[in-house]
């Protein structure tokens, strides 16, 4: 069972940036497509972005696409999500969350049920 543990979560103004970490451990991450989901207060959960476990394929949602950009460190065992042009309404609880079932996907998700484990989340402030 693999543990992930988000990190460098923050407080930041309107149009500033910041780039959460999701480290893993107790199983290498770079066999899974990862992805990274949001929760804002009074919200469901929402898909933010994902990454293939090659990092060949990434994909976006509208709200943040140009402005986000997923990547993954497989040495590490590190998924990234660097956050620029922020804006208030980006402002969230941010997971990490990895396909844990599916090796050597090509394929890119985007619904929270295909993913098997996640993060206990980091909080992302943006003040406007």
């Known amino acids: 069972q693999v543990q992930l543990v988000e990190s460098g979560g923050g407080l930041v103004q309107a149009g500033g940036s910041l780039r959460i970490s999701c480290a893993g451990s107790g199983r290498t991450l770079s066999r899974y497509a990862m992805g990274w989901f949001r929760q804002a207060p009074g919200k469901e959960r929402e898909f933010v972005a994902a990454i293939t476990c090659s990092g060949g394929r990434t994909a976006y949602a509208d709200s943040v696409k140009g402005r986000f950009t997923i990547s993954r460190d497989d040495a590490k065992n590190m998924v990234y999500l660097q956050m620029n042009s922020l804006k208030a309404e980006d402002t969230a609880v941010y997971y990490c969350?990895?396909?844990?079932?599916?090796?050597?996907?090509?394929?890119?998700?985007?619904?929270?049920?295909?993913?098997?484990?996640w993060g206990q989340g980091t909080q992302v402030t943006v003040s406007s």
């Open positions: 969350a990895e396909d844990g079932t599916r090796t050597y996907s090509r394929r890119v998700y985007y619904t929270s049920n295909q993913y098997d484990s």
